[in-house]
């Protein structure tokens, strides 16, 4: 299953017609990063997804929500209440 950041992001590669070799080339990653990224296989450090946005011309941005969330279920399995780990 793939996030929507990462789905965006796999998006506008598309989109722009940039393979994986290149915007992993272009951002100074392996490629292996952009096949783990697409396959899901690992948690993307937020530098990693801000790098590689930026070469698509894409910029990750905090927004406050409408309502607060007290709960979150993590793709892990676990669950955060309240930013408790």
Do not use: F
Not at 1 to 28: C, N, P, Y
Not at 37 to 59: I, P, Q, Y
């Amino acid at each position: 299953m793939t996030d929507a950041i990462t789905q965006h992001l796999l998006d506008t590669m598309k989109a722009q017609h940039i393979s994986a070799v290149e915007l992993a080339a272009r951002a100074g990653y392996d490629r292996k990063t952009l096949t783990d990224l697409k396959h899901g296989h690992h948690s993307t450090r937020v530098s990693t997804l801000r790098d590689l946005g930026a070469v698509l011309g894409l910029e990750l941005v905090w927004r406050p929500v409408a309502r607060g969330v007290d709960c979150v279920d993590r793709d892990d399995g676990q669950q955060s209440t309240n930013g408790a780990k």
